[in-house]
């Protein structure tokens, strides 16, 4: 059974980086094809791939927020930790990790989401 | 980056009816489609992927067609648990989601 589950800050400040933890279960991210990413989802909008890492540790980000994004992952400990830099009020969402099983971007499980808010 | 357009944005439907969703693509995506489905307070839930396969669980009141730019969900016979916001998602090249249909009831 795969589970994941988020865990993080639920209050940033702007301009500081958060860092969200997803451990997960019931699968390896160094079994070949295996993927984990995160999504992020506004409160009432649509949602957001941010960032996404492979069994073979290549790294894919969105194109829009790259340049704030880090995906790491640590095999041994079944963890994936997203960075994102310089947060601002507008970066205020629920975050979600997934499994995409073949890597490609399609999702067959998903944590149950953390809301984070960016405020002073 | 691949803009998917989502139509309707909300679609009122009486249970037992059929519901058809539609979803467009800015450039060709082949059949790499999903379609996911989100309840209030919860995660999306896959419910189809490669444009037409039906994922593990999902009942086969829920269909997929469509490949290149057009795609289409159908709700064969609505459940009371079908009303829900569906998500259509290209992994062609960097994954992209449309914006959302609402199906609500009529």
């Known amino acids: 059974q795969i589970t994941l589950k988020e865990s993080g800050p639920t209050l940033v400040k702007p301009t500081q980086t958060l860092t969200l933890t997803c451990t997960f279960s019931?699968?390896?991210?160094?079994?070949?094809?295996?993927?984990v990413g995160w999504i992020r989802q506004p409160p009432g909008k649509a949602l957001e791939w941010l960032a996404l890492?492979?069994?073979?540790?290549?790294?894919r980000y969105s194109p829009s927020l790259k340049s704030r994004l880090t995906i790491t992952k640590d095999t041994s400990k079944n963890q994936v930790v997203l960075t994102m830099t310089n947060m601002d009020p507008v970066d205020t969402a629920t975050y979600y990790c997934?499994?995409?099983?073949?890597?490609?971007?399609?999702?067959?499980?998903w944590g149950q989401g953390t809301l984070v808010t960016v405020s002073s | 980056e691949i803009v998917m357009t989502q139509s309707p944005a909300t679609l009122s439907v009486s249970p037992g009816e059929r519901a058809t969703l539609s979803c467009r693509a800015s450039?060709?995506?082949?059949?790499?489609l999903a379609w996911y489905q989100q309840k209030p307070g919860q995660a999306p839930r896959l419910l189809i992927y490669?444009?037409?396969t039906r994922a593990t669980g999902i009942p086969a009141r829920f269909s997929g067609s469509g490949s290149g730019t057009e795609f289409t969900l159908t709700i064969s016979s609505l459940q009371s648990e079908d009303f829900a916001v569906y998500y259509c998602?290209?992994?062609?090249?960097?994954?992209?989601f449309g914006q959302g249909t609402k199906v609500e009831i009529k």
């Open positions: 450039q060709s995506v082949s059949s790499n």
């Open positions: 019931g699968f390896s991210l160094s079994t070949s094809g295996v993927g």
């Open positions: 890492i492979y069994w073979d540790d290549d790294k």
């Open positions: 997934a499994h995409s099983p073949r890597g490609d971007g399609s999702i067959d499980y």
């Open positions: 490669g444009a037409s």
């Open positions: 998602q290209q992994y062609n090249n960097w994954p992209t």
